[in-house]
């Protein structure tokens, strides 16, 4: 199946008999595939859906990721810039094609982007 990255456009065909590739975040999330294909998106809390550092905005596919839990919209609820589909990349398991943003920066309540940045 294939994930694709934005804004960079980078194209992955994944493979779910792969997972996980080692890394964090639940096997074959978002998360797991990004940082397997070194594609970082930040994840403070290790990919524990204890922060909002991995928000992505799903462009395409969101049927074709794991529902999300009570957990994962409460942090949700803090990320920058949400929308109705985002997700937290280290929840979301992927199981089919999707397309997902990674904003510029996702930042929680800690965070402060520097100055100049989106
Ligand atoms: S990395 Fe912290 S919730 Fe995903």
């Not at 990255?5 to 080692?22: C, N, R, T, Y």
């Not at 890394?23 to 970082?40: V, Y």
């Amino acid at each position: 199946m294939k994930v694709r990255f934005e804004p960079e456009g980078i194209e992955l065909e994944v493979d779910p008999s792969q997972a996980p590739f080692g890394h964090d975040g639940k096997p074959f999330s978002i998360l797991d595939i990004a940082l397997g294909h070194g594609i970082e998106i930040e994840h403070q809390c290790g990919g524990n859906c204890a922060c909002s550092t991995c928000h992505v905005i799903v462009k395409e596919g969101s049927e074709n990721l794991s529902p999300s839990t009570e957990d994962e919209e409460d942090y949700l609820d803090r990320a920058e810039g949400l929308t109705p589909t985002s997700r937290l990349a280290c929840q979301a398991v992927v199981k089919g094609d999707v397309v997902v943003l990674v904003p510029k920066y996702t930042r929680n309540i800690h965070f402060a982007p520097p100055p100049g940045a989106e």
